[in-house]
């Protein structure tokens, strides 16, 4: 379970030659979440400050995604 009012990043690995690389997308939010920018980081980013937003996508994701909840 995720914690309330908490931040969280949905990543995925991509490399040359391996799974294909998507474009940002809008993503769509609802009541239980919100979207902010799709981030991109080093090879084998581990920590969150390591990741780099794109402010200037908000709303968006690298995609697709979906949320269950």
């Known amino acids: 379970m ?5 931040e969280y ?5 991509e ?3 391996g799974d294909p ?3 940002w ?3 769509t939010a609802t009541n239980v979440a919100s979207v902010n920018a799709p981030v991109y980081g080093p090879t ?3 920590r ?4 780099v937003p794109i402010t200037s996508l908000p ?3 690298y995609g697709p995604v979906s949320f269950k909840y």
């Not at 990043?9 to 690995?13: A, I, L, N, P």
């Not at 969150?48 to 990741?51: A, I, L, Y």
């Open 15 to 17: 490399m040359s030659g």
């Open 59 to 61: 709303g968006q994701a």
């Open 21 to 23: 690389w998507h474009d």
């Open 44 to 46: 084998n980013a581990a």
């Open 9 to 13: 990043y949905v990543v995925s690995g």
């Open 25 to 27: 997308i809008p993503v």
């Open 48 to 51: 969150p400050e390591d990741w």
């Open 2 to 6: 995720l914690a309330a009012n908490t």
